[in-house]
């Protein structure tokens, strides 16, 4: 049985004996006018509960116009600060991935904090699964947070991606990988204005066979969209992204973009949805008003809808 395999059955995998030989990792943390979160950040790393040496931290600035520069700073004796002119967060991810001196590399970004564990869950499964090329951990809501924060957190079900998706995919916000096959598969693509982590796993999964495990208890907890405009943003983002990797990767999914541009579910769940808000003489609403997810479906049919409202102008309008 695969540690994966252990996990879904709830069995308890043993992180390797103290006695073993625990890897350094270099840590790659991009980021872009993340003043405001980069701290929190930093700090988790810092206070990770690894056995193993000290990770190296490799934070890398692409091209911040707020104060970036100046909390990382705060961090220099203990942190390897690089700067990327190029804007997107591939080109940041590549500078680390270049700078890194270890074998191991995880990824996570500016807006989230890892827990006390994250390092050290992350590599038991490397260890555990050593032909998995990606291993993904759990992506979690950062709290506080309200409704639409706490919906978000369903965005990011690594554990869906990895496990469940065809093909699968990866979340860079919470990533390990051997920074040999990186370097196989080409880095990221500098190209891919979003979507460049599925990119690169579906380049590696079709092109190099690459396998993918699940740490199910290394998590991270992210700063999520907690407004109805910033998850449709987040929506047409994801359209976007979708309709290049639909384009690129067209014969391996056995289908055209323009033939998923013409479904229509995402219009009928977003009319239905709405529908179902309004209130209906045989409802208990007092039982409704009390449900703090009762609105999951309307937020999932509209960020769908925008996603895929992006995906057909992408489609047809590729150079946009």
């Not at 705060?74 to 600060?81: D, E, G, N």
């Not at 947070?145 to 916000?173: Q, V």
């Amino acid at each position: 049985m695969s540690f994966t395999q252990q996990v879904e059955s709830g069995s308890n995998v043993p992180a390797p004996a103290a006695t073993a030989i625990w890897p350094q990792v270099s840590v790659i943390v991009p980021v872009f006018n993340g003043a405001t979160v980069i701290g929190n950040c930093l700090s988790a790393l810092l206070n990770q509960d690894y056995p193993g040496p000290p990770a190296e931290l490799i934070v890398v600035n692409n091209h911040s116009t707020d104060d970036t520069a100046a909390v990382l700073e705060r961090y220099r004796a203990r942190i390897v600060i690089c700067s990327e002119s190029e804007r997107g967060s591939s080109p940041a991810r590549n500078t680390g991935i270049r700078r890194a001196s270890h074998e191991f590399v995880a990824f996570t970004d500016a807006d989230c904090v890892p827990r006390p564990n994250w390092l050290k869950e992350l590599v038991t499964v490397a260890l555990a699964e050593p032909d998995a090329a990606f291993v993904g951990g759990g992506i979690k809501a950062l709290r506080p947070t309200n409704a639409i924060g706490e919906f978000a957190e369903s965005l990011f079900d690594h554990r869906k991606a990895i496990l469940e998706s065809k093909p699968p995919y990866i979340i860079t916000a919470n990533l390990l990988a051997r920074r040999a096959d990186l370097l196989r598969f080409g880095l990221f693509n500098s190209a891919y204005p979003r979507g460049q982590d599925t990119e690169m796993a579906w380049r590696a999964y079709f092109f190099h066979g690459a396998r993918f495990a699940f740490a199910d208890r290394a998590v991270v907890e992210h700063v999520n969209s907690a407004s109805f405009v910033e998850l449709i943003h987040k929506g047409f983002q994801h359209g976007r992204g979708s309709a290049r990797l639909w384009q690129d990767f067209q014969d391996q999914l056995g289908s055209t973009p323009r033939k998923r541009a013409r479904q229509t579910k995402a219009f009928k769940d977003a009319w239905r949805e709405t529908l179902a808000l309004i209130p209906k003489p045989w409802q208990r609403e007092n039982r409704l008003k009390s449900d703090p997810h009762r609105l999951d479906p309307f937020y999932s049919a509209y960020f769908r809808l925008a996603r895929h409202l992006a995906f057909i102008y992408y489609t047809y309008r590729p150079g946009a």
